[in-house]
């Protein structure tokens, strides 16, 4: 059984920062995608940072030279680096991650607070 587990979230301040990190574990042959997603208060969840196998990366537009996403292959690891933060990057991160265990599919992590005071 594959699961994800997100660490890292807090509350910072306006112009802090926080490193996001998530482990996928379990039986894992190969992982095609990792991503970021937060879902703030009464909005959609959406896409915040997304990482192929090959490491090809893209952000949203509101993230763009603030968040980095790396990744650790050898820990099935994904990382999200988040600077300059502000009020409206407060949401629930969650990690996804399309990967290959029994068969191919999509697991998510449970969320990990982020929580920016102005």
């Known amino acids: 059984q594959v699961q994800l587990v997100e660490s890292g979230g807090g509350l910072v301040q306006s112009g802090g920062s926080l490193r996001l990190s998530c482990r996928a574990s379990?039986?894992?042959?190969?992982?095609?995608?990792m991503r970021w997603y937060r879902q703030a208060p009464g909005k959609e969840r959406e896409l915040v940072a997304a990482i192929t196998e090959d490491d090809t990366t893209n952000y949203a537009d509101s993230v763009q030279g603030r968040f980095t996403i790396s990744k650790v292959n050898a820990q099935n690891t994904v990382l999200l680096q988040m600077n300059t933060l502000k009020p409206e990057d407060t949401a629930v991160y969650y990690c996804?991650?399309?990967?290959?265990?029994?068969?191919?599919?999509?697991?998510w992590g449970q969320g990990t607070q982020v929580t920016i005071s102005s």
């Open positions: 996804y991650a399309e990967l290959v265990s029994d068969y191919r599919g999509q697991y």
């Open positions: 379990g039986k894992i042959f190969r992982i095609y995608s």
